[in-house]
């Protein structure tokens, strides 16, 4: 895991940011503030950064700050009213019933900070929207993973990790909802003991913002990590993907 950042694009209202896995992007109660993304880069920059949205400890990839209070405005209202376009890529454990879909499927909040599919009718329950395609498939000794390329279209916490979850193929590595704590070779049933992976196997690929006086969307992609592409690289090694590479 990389403490590191790098900047994927700066201009005069926005700054975008690759996150490492590891890393919070605003602190969770009790943590040391000066520990988070955004305080580290407003250190680092000498300017003050506004937090548009998050991503999870463990989920590599883009997040974007607003540089002033008038872009955090505008931009916080377009994820309200769902304008925001993001792209994630997910390791999951066995592939989806379908090569595409749509899941549309409320959720609830559960005991411990986690979240639930809701039952039919249920108060409380928020709409959440998520669309996917498999993008690669293995065949392994030992397991069925995929390469999955999943498009929230809404911004519900833990969205994808449940969506995921509930159709079968949660995440290789995701201890919280059905995903394993890590994955080895030994796991994946080739030779060696090596561990592959040891976080939420998930990545923030691309996001997508509007801008004002009907301009093209900005777009942002954040590359996949030295840790994902060598989980990509060994399942590749060990059965050979099942589609096209990425």
């Known amino acids: 895991m990389s403490a590191t950042w790098s900047v ?94 749509t899941i549309e499927r409320p959720l609830h909040g559960a005991r411990k900070g986690k979240m639930r599919p809701a039952a039919r009718g249920e108060a409380g329950a928020l709409p959440a929207t998520t669309e996917y395609e498999v993008l690669r498939r293995w065949a392994l000794p030992a397991a069925r993973p995929a390469l999955v390329e999943a498009r929230p279209r809404t911004g519900r916490q833990h969205q994808l990790r449940v969506h995921l979850r509930s159709i079968g193929s949660p995440l290789l590595v995701d201890p919280l909802y059905g995903g394993a704590a890590r994955v080895t070779a030994a796991d994946l049933g080739v030779p060696g003991d090596a561990v592959l992976c040891d976080r939420l196997t998930l990545h923030a690929l691309r996001i997508e913002l509007p801008l004002a006086g009907g301009a093209a969307p900005l777009r942002v992609e954040a590359p996949l990590p030295d840790d994902l592409r060598a989980l990509l690289a060994a399942l590749d090694a060990a059965g050979g993907p099942g589609g096209g590479a990425r």
């Open 8 to 101: 994927l694009h700066e201009d005069e209202r926005v700054l975008a940011v690759a996150k490492p896995a590891g890393l919070v992007v605003v602190p969770a109660r009790g943590e040391d503030p000066a520990t988070c993304l955004r305080r580290r880069l407003e250190q680092e920059r000498g300017e003050s950064l506004w937090v548009v949205h998050r991503l999870d400890r463990d989920t590599s990839g883009v997040v974007v700050f607003a540089r002033d209070a008038g872009t955090h405005r505008a931009l916080s209202l377009a994820f309200e009213r769902h304008e925001v376009r993001k792209t994630y890529l997910a390791v999951v454990r066995a592939p989806p019933p379908a090569e595409r879909g």
